[in-house]
């Protein structure tokens, strides 16, 4: 089949799940990887191989979406088939502290990618399909349940930034006839959730408490409602959009949501303690414009991709704290030992 795909946020939650779905399905997948100062391919390290080993079908490249010479340079380069555009500061509430990065990565950043694949189709006369990761966050204060029809309105310069990039992905399938889904997906976890949205903060806090590692969890707004589901199976509806006869735009969301509370009760269950002897607000976390209740209704995907959910959220929180608990077992067996020194890492 020698289909090749380009993943740009391959080193993310959501990239390295596409990526094992996609070299599972026989691709040829090609990664953008941020330079760094320290190592960054912590959640595809398990299927990376060396370029130089024979039948190698992972291949990563430098690049960065505030560099659109250097996309334009990867796309005429790998002549992918499919472009996902994974890639973006995706912390909302360090959004509000970097709005300038963060439109010229998520908004910006789209668009050049967008204009990198437009004049590589117009010189080569081959079609790319090309997926573009929006957020039910761009819905914000509009309320539940939110479908396709649901007007947007954005609560923080990423919301807004991944409006602008809808649309820009939008016009381009317009203007252009280019083969664009926007996939507006809900919340998605997994044990490689980045370890400072709230859920992992909370699986992991859970875990570590119980392993006397640490003491305290401080979080912000407790009330807030997210329809959370697996990260795993949001990736299987990126790649069955970009499969479907027509281009079109889909909510993906379990239907179901829940709110912080109540992930702390199934988290701190998990390790039979009581989440209120540990839990203390800190204002820090708190977002100057909050989204209060986000729901999805994914009715659309369902009928037209054939796609759902498989993990509900109890068996998600479970999965998250089983794998923190080795986490830290492993942190605490070092400690022990005297090979790791106490530390403290700071989570927004
Ligand atoms: P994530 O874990 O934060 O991953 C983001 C990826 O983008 C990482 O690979 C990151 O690289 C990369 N990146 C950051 N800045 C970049 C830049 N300037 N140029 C190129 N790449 C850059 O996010 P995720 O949870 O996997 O989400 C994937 C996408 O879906 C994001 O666009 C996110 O906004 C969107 N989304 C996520 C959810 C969710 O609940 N997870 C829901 C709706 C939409 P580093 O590893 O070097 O930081
Ligand atoms: O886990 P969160 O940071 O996720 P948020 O803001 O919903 O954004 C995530 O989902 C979006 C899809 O809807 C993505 F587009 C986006 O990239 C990201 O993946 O916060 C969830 C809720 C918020 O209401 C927040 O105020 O949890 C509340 N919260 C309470 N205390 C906290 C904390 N969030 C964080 N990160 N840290 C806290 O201490």
């Known amino acids: 089949m ?179 889904c926007n996939g507006i997906l809900f919340n998605h976890e997994s044990p490689r959730r980045g370890e400072t949205f709230v859920t992992r903060k909370i699986t992991r806090a859970a875990a570590r408490i119980k392993l006397g590692l640490d003491h305290k969890l401080h979080l912000g707004n407790l009330d807030a409602k997210r329809d959370w589901g697996f990260a795993g199976d949001y990736v299987r509806a990126m790649w069955q959009m970009l499969q479907a006869d027509q281009p079109d735009d889909f909510v993906v969301a379990t239907g179901v949501s829940h709110s912080v509370r109540q992930c702390l009760e199934l988290a701190f269950q998990e390790v039979e303690l009581d989440w209120k002897k540990y839990v203390e607000l800190d204002s820090r976390y708190l977002r100057p414009a909050e989204v209060d209740h986000l729901l999805g209704d994914a009715s659309k995907a369902r009928e037209k991709l054939g796609w759902q959910p498989t993990v509900t959220f109890p068996e998600l929180v479970k999965m998250m704290v089983a794998h923190d608990l080795e986490l830290a077992g492993r942190e605490q067996t070092l400690r022990l030992s005297g090979q790791l020194q106490e530390g403290r890492r700071h989570a927004w």
Do not use: C
């Not at 020698?2 to 990526?19: K, P």
């Open 2 to 180: 020698n289909r090749r795909a380009l993943i740009v946020g391959i080193t993310g939650q959501d990239g390295s799940y596409l990526a094992e779905l996609l070299l599972q399905k026989g691709y040829q997948v090609h990664g953008i990887v941020r330079r760094a100062s320290t190592f960054n391919t912590g959640r595809i390290d398990h299927i990376y191989a060396d370029r130089h080993e024979p039948d190698t079908r992972l291949f990563l490249h430098f690049g960065d979406l505030s560099d659109g010479t250097g996309m334009r340079r990867i796309v005429e380069e790998v002549k992918p088939n499919e472009v996902y555009n994974l890639g973006a500061q995706s912390h909302v509430r360090v959004s509000f502290d970097e709005p300038e990065y963060t439109a010229d990565v998520v908004a910006t950043g789209t668009l050049r990618l967008l204009e990198a694949v437009r004049d590589y189709m117009l010189g080569s006369k081959q079609t790319v399909r090309f997926y573009q990761a929006g957020s039910s966050e761009m819905f914000g204060s509009e309320a539940p349940p939110q479908n396709e029809k649901t007007p947007f309105h954005p609560r923080s310069p990423y919301a807004a930034s991944k409006v602008a990039a809808h649309w820009f992905a939008t016009n381009y399938r317009e203007a252009y006839g280019m083969f664009i």
